[in-house]
């Protein structure tokens, strides 16, 4: 694991709470492991949209049932699942660029008003990248989404959410 995963998944955590602070507590955004494995995922088809093909993480994400995951950083994060997600302390954190933190901060305003189910479906796009390296036979989930099949798929079809 990178530590590049666990500060954006920080920064992701970090820009959720401000967000909830400012909402009543029904227009809260409740983060799961779920749903900031598929912030992760999106905020980095975004970033590999805008830069060529090149990812934010060093990384794979692997192809899980729920989808896209980043099994190192769903590990870290599951002691929160119950309650309020907080913060990963790091030995050494890696500073997002300027660029990485656009592209999370662009998938997140798309998505506050979006349930988590709706970004597992997304993720599970027909003829997409988690469906096309998702095995249901592999009880260990061990299928690598492939960074090459993840941008040459997003580069010609648009998130599913992406309304501009």
């Known amino acids: 694991m990178t530590n590049m995963c666990i500060s ?11 967000y909830n602070e400012t909402r009543d507590f029904k227009d809260q955004v409740s983060l799961t492991c779920k749903r900031l494995q598929k ?4 905020s980095d088809v975004e970033y590999m949209c ?16 729920s989808g896209p995951v980043i099994p190192s950083v769903y590990s870290q994060f599951m002691i929160y699942q119950n309650g309020e997600m907080k913060t990963i302390a790091q030995s050494k954190p890696e500073e997002l660029t300027l660029q990485m933190k656009m ?5 997140l305003d798309k998505t ?15 003829n997409g990248p988690w469906c096309n ?5 592999d009880p260990d989930h061990l299928q690598v989404i492939p960074k090459s ?16």
Do not use: C, Q
């Not at 954006?8 to 401000?18: G, K, L």
């Not at 592209?103 to 998938?107: F, L």
């Not at 506050?112 to 599970?124: G, M, R, V």
């Open 133 to 137: 390296f998702y095995d249901s036979s």
């Open 8 to 18: 954006a998944a920080n920064y992701i955590v970090e820009r959720t709470n401000s």
């Open 50 to 65: 805008r830069n060529g093909g090149k990812s934010m993480f060093k990384d794979d994400f692997f192809a899980w049932p």
């Open 112 to 126: 506050w008003s979006l349930d988590t189910l709706f970004l597992i479906k997304t993720s599970h796009v027909a």
């Open 39 to 42: 912030l992760l995922y999106f």
């Open 103 to 107: 592209a999370i901060d662009s998938i």
């Open 149 to 164: 099949a993840i941008y040459d798929y997003y580069s010609k079809n648009k998130l599913h959410f992406i309304t501009n």
